[in-house]
């Protein structure tokens, strides 16, 4: 039929030119974005699953930047150590000088003046070890003790916990009321049974029983190894261990032929160790190394252990991070990857669908211009 008013090939034509129209828009705009996913309406599902990843990714790089972070704080607490065990080490050599018969009264006395300096030193360290504006090395690197928790991972719960210790002259000592309370005491025919309530603020640190030190890791309910170390001890005063509950330490007192009641005075053979200074070393800043040299040569060598220990722990814990940043920028890459797959275009594919659609929509246009010529026919028939 020969019409004017209804040009259905006009109409069709020009349809098809505003979906070709479509089609090219969404085609430019992923080619000047990047991404295939511009709108939840380019693709919702792949959308929310690269969301997801997005905050993955950004999760890992923030924790690979919190690691890098930790590792320069613990490299910091390292490197104030290992001034503290040069310091030690030049004190001991002190009194092992001093020690000598050879010297007079007046050498003693100017070795003692180096050797309390040598200690004060040790305190001046430990107070000015910080690391943005958080001291290491006096037992408050994490505000209420000095344990530091570094967030390494991208979800809940992916942390490290460091305890940077306590490296003050004073902070060895008979056992702290803080840390340990005492619940009684069990009376045994000739023995004296202490019950030491090990309570969660020294987990992680050591009990000091005569010469016996065990490391307390927790909430324990197979604590074999804490009783074989106690029967094994040379120190004539501890005769009988035993272990009672998840808590719980018993330990004989100094005069095991008695029976008692347990008061904080008496713990005196019981100590809790706080930080690698085993030994109190507050007197040598000011009274010095003493007349007992073998006493200050135990303490000092206790003292070096103690920090030695200690950076054996900052080593492995550097260590672990490096492996963490690793570990970290592999699964962020691995990551990124995935999410590219998902809501990145690929450009071979969308400038083939751009060359299309532009070779379409220069054909449709002349065919509307075509379509419209049509009608012109009409005419013919009116003249």
């Known amino acids: 039929m020969t019409v004017i008013n209804s040009n259905s090939a006009a109409m069709l034509t020009a349809n098809s030119i505003n979906q070709n129209d479509r089609a090219m828009t969404s085609t430019m705009e992923r080619l000047s974005t990047g991404k295939r996913i511009n709108s939840a309406a380019d693709d919702a599902a792949g959308l929310a699953i690269a969301t997801k990843m997005t905050s993955q990714i950004r999760g890992l790089d923030q924790a690979g930047r919190n690691a890098n972070n930790a590792t320069s704080m613990v490299q910091l607490a390292d490197g104030a150590a290992e001034q503290v065990s040069n310091i030690l080490q030049r004190m001991r050599e002190i009194v092992v000088q001093a020690a000598d018969g050879s010297n ?9 003046v180096e050797f309390k300096e040598a200690a004060s030193e040790v305190d001046r360290i430990v107070d000015s070890t910080e690391f943005n504006g958080k ?3 006096d037992g408050s690197a994490g505000g209420a003790n000095s344990s530091v928790t570094f967030q390494i991972g991208a979800n809940a719960s992916q942390t490290l916990t460091v305890d940077f210790s306590d490296f003050n ?10 840390a340990v309370s005492t619940a009684g005491s069990t009376s045994v025919p000739g023995v004296l049974t202490y019950t030491l309530d090990v309570t969660s603020q020294i987990e992680g640190e050591a009990i000091k029983l005569g010469d016996v030190s065990y490391e307390v890791t927790g909430s324990e309910t197979d604590n074999t190894d804490l009783v074989a170390a106690l029967n094994a001890s040379s120190d004539s005063s501890l005769s009988q261990f035993t272990f009672s509950g998840t808590t719980t330490v018993i330990a004989t007192a100094d005069t095991p032929a008695t029976t008692g009641t347990v008061t904080a005075s008496t713990l005196d053979n019981i100590r809790v160790v ?3 200074m085993e030994v109190n070393l507050v007197s040598f800043s000011t009274t010095g190394m003493g007349s ?3 006493a200050a040569l135990n303490n000092i060598d206790n003292a070096i252990s103690g920090v030695a220990t200690q950076r054996a722990t900052f080593g492995a814990t550097m260590n672990r991070l490096e492996y963490a940043v690793d570990n970290l920028a592999s699964a962020s890459l691995a990551t990124a990857t995935a999410r590219g797959r998902i809501e990145d275009a690929n450009y071979a594919t969308e400038t083939t669908a751009l060359a299309r659609s532009q070779i379409i929509a220069q054909a449709g246009t002349a065919m509307l211009a075509q379509a419209n010529q049509k009608s012109q026919s009409v005419l013919s028939l009116l003249q």
């Open 104 to 112: 007079s009264a007046s050498d003693v006395a100017v070795l003692n």
């Open 135 to 137: 001291k290491l090395l």
């Open 169 to 178: 002259l004073n902070a060895g000592g008979t056992a702290n009321a803080a």
């Open 274 to 276: 706080t930080g690698p």
């Open 292 to 294: 007992d040299f073998d």
